[in-house]
């Protein structure tokens, strides 16, 4: 950062965490509302499970562990894609889990996204 202006990379990368606060959050919501409606306890404690799973990536990103948030936003993106998607195909009603997979799946493709381009500019795909 540069006085007021800002390198794109770098804005990128720091402001990555607002897409996972926004994901956590948003299935947060959903499973205490699932609890409150319709007193879905395995709905409540996954949406729980997944949302605070991108909640700590996005703490991640904010701390400057980069990669580190992307891959748990990947994996968390694609463990909940998987398993709405296969929610989607038995489900009579596919609104909720539609729209929960595809949150899995963009949030899945823009982890990946940044994981490659974080990976382009050097960093390691291991921890060192």
């Known amino acids: ?6 390198l794109l990379t770098h804005c990128t990368v720091l402001m990555s965490n607002h897409l996972y606060y926004t994901a956590g ?25 997944f949302g605070g799973m991108y909640l700590l990536a996005g703490y991640f990103i904010h701390q ?3 990669m ?10 694609g463990l ?10 038995k489900a009579p009603k596919k609104t909720i889990p539609g729209l929960v997979a ?6 899945l493709g823009y ?5 490659w381009q974080l990976y382009q500019d050097g960093f390691s795909l291991r921890p060192e």
Do not use: D
Not at 1 to 6: D, K, L, P, Q, S
Not at 26 to 49: C, E, I, N, Q, T
Not at 68 to 77: E, F, I, N, Y
């Open 1 to 6: 950062e540069y006085g007021n202006f800002c």
């Open 25 to 49: 959050g948003s299935l947060v919501l959903g499973g205490v509302m699932a609890m409150l409606k319709k007193r879905s306890l395995p709905s409540f404690v996954a949406s729980l499970s």
């Open 64 to 66: 400057g562990n980069y």
């Open 68 to 77: 580190k948030g992307h891959q748990l936003a990947a994996v968390t993106s």
């Open 80 to 89: 909940l894609s998987a398993s709405m998607t296969h929610r989607l195909m």
């Open 102 to 107: 595809t949150l899995g799946f963009t949030v």
């Open 111 to 115: 982890s990946s996204w940044k994981i």
